[in-house]
């Protein structure tokens, strides 16, 4: 049997592989696989600009760049996240978003492009990062923003969705549910999603993680026909008045978006750019002559000297002056001043200057007299050590002494060097 050659080439996002199968006979078959590169290609993207721009950053496309390689039919389920900047930049555009909830996410790119930008490339790097190698893979994505027609769209309406969240709402299928909603209600000829925004990034507070609650997301879109009549009603005094009281509007519409989007019709925003006042004033050009207003004189090169003689008079010299007045007259008023004791003595009565000098050497001869006392003092008030020599007082009791009758303040007998007091017997006489 003629010998067969049989060459297959198969191509994905992940890697290029090249799959050889040599018949021979119908005998034996092998495969090569071979990575050509870890840096993936540049990709192009052209979006509108007023429109949303969605770009999902999928794990599965960089699963394959980071070793080690699974093996055909095997599930690498490594954590990864991304980076993504301007290129030369720390961070991405004004209007780009970034949001990845866990590393076993995919991560979203999102936003809504702007007229300044069309028709500049915006080339941003992206960095995935492999959580457990720490292995890392890049490539670019080039945003080409182009211009959309009939931008912008005249009649435009963001709805605040309390039960969902930003990446939630940019999956396709979900904000396709929606704009189909809308426009049900709205019954637009052309209507397109022009942004969505978090709650978080309009001032919202992070839910508490409790009965699935959800952090709320602010859809706008827009339409080239008038509002409807189901939208106007919000606008109506008995709906304004209920909002003020923090109670549900009554609109009509809302159970076509019951079903799955909980709408809060208090924060609904209607803007008509029909109706819009233009601020932006023309300006009326002159023939740029300025009016004659003598000769221009500049200022000198050279800076006039300064005296700062008089500054310093002002500053520390007048103060200085006057607290040194003060101080001098402050210290004649107490040293100058004192009366002395003769004066003292001679504008107070000679009566009270008697009885001052009485009751003074009374008090001498009472201080003399307790000093020279040779009454026994009490065993608690006697000193351990000897006041002259220093030495320690043996006890008046040996150590075998029965002291649990003696009294806490004993008698004054029988101490050497002690005058006895005299004492009265109980028929009147004294003994000693």
């Given at each position: 049997m003629?010998?067969?050659?049989?060459?297959?080439?198969?191509?994905?996002?992940?890697h290029?592989?090249?799959?050889?199968?040599?018949?021979?006979?119908l005998s034996f078959c092998f495969s090569v696989y071979t990575i050509l590169s870890k840096v993936h290609s540049d990709r192009n993207v052209y979006p509108s600009a007023g429109v949303l721009f969605v770009h999902v950053l999928e794990r599965e496309y960089f699963k394959g760049e980071f070793p080690p390689y699974p093996k055909p039919g095997e599930i690498s389920n490594d954590p990864i996240t991304f980076n993504t900047n301007l290129m030369g930049y720390p961070d991405r555009p004004g209007w780009l978003r970034y949001i990845q909830r866990t590393p076993y996410s995919d991560g979203v790119l999102y936003g809504s492009p702007t007229v300044e930008n069309v028709g500049k490339p915006t080339i941003i790097e992206i960095t995935a990062y492999n959580r457990r190698t720490f292995e890392t893979a890049r490539h670019n994505l080039i945003i080409n923003i182009m211009s959309a027609e009939d931008f912008p769209l005249p009649y435009q309406a963001e709805f605040f969705i309390r039960n969902m969240n930003?990446?939630?709402?940019?999956?396709?299928?979900?904000?396709?549910?929606f704009l189909g909603a809308v426009k049900n209600v709205w019954q637009p000829e052309r209507l397109n999603a022009i942004n969505i925004t978090s709650a978080l990034d309009r001032g919202g507070r992070v839910p508490l993680p409790i009965n699935d609650m959800k952090e709320g997301v602010y859809v706008m879109v827009g339409a080239d026909v008038p509002f409807s009549s189901c939208l106007r009603e919000v606008e109506n005094p008995q709906n304004q008045l209920r909002c003020s009281q923090e109670?549900?509007?009554?609109?009509?519409?809302?159970?076509?978006?019951?079903?799955?989007?909980?709408?809060?019709?208090?924060k609904i925003s209607l803007v008509d750019n029909t109706k819009q006042v233009s601020t932006f004033q023309e300006v009326i050009r002159g023939e740029g002559i300025l009016p004659d207003g003598g000769e221009y004189k500049p200022p000198s090169d050279t800076l006039k000297s300064r005296d700062y003689y008089s500054d310093f008079l002002i500053t520390l010299a007048v103060p200085s002056a006057v607290a040194l007045v003060l101080f001098l007259i402050l210290a004649y008023i107490m040293c100058c001043r004192r009366e002395g004791v003769e004066k003292r003595n001679m504008q107070t009565p000679?009566?009270?200057?008697?009885?001052?000098?009485?009751?003074?050497?009374?008090?001498?001869?009472?201080?003399?007299?307790s000093k020279n006392r040779e009454i026994a003092w009490p065993l608690s008030t006697l000193p351990v050590f000897h006041p002259v020599t220093g030495e320690i007082v043996p006890p008046l009791h040996p150590d075998n002494y029965d002291n649990t009758s003696m009294p806490l303040m004993q008698t004054q007998q029988n101490l050497p060097h002690q005058t006895q007091i005299p004492q009265q017997q109980s028929a009147g006489k004294w003994y000693s």
């Open positions: 003629p010998t067969l050659l049989l060459k297959c080439m198969r191509y994905d996002l992940e290029v592989s090249f799959l050889l199968c040599s018949v021979s006979s930003v990446e939630e709402m940019l999956a396709s299928e979900v904000l396709g549910d109670m549900e509007p009554s609109i009509t519409c809302d159970k076509k978006f019951r079903t799955q989007f909980h709408i809060d019709w208090c000679d009566i009270q200057l008697v009885h001052h000098s009485a009751i003074q050497k009374s008090t001498k001869e009472l201080r003399d007299m």
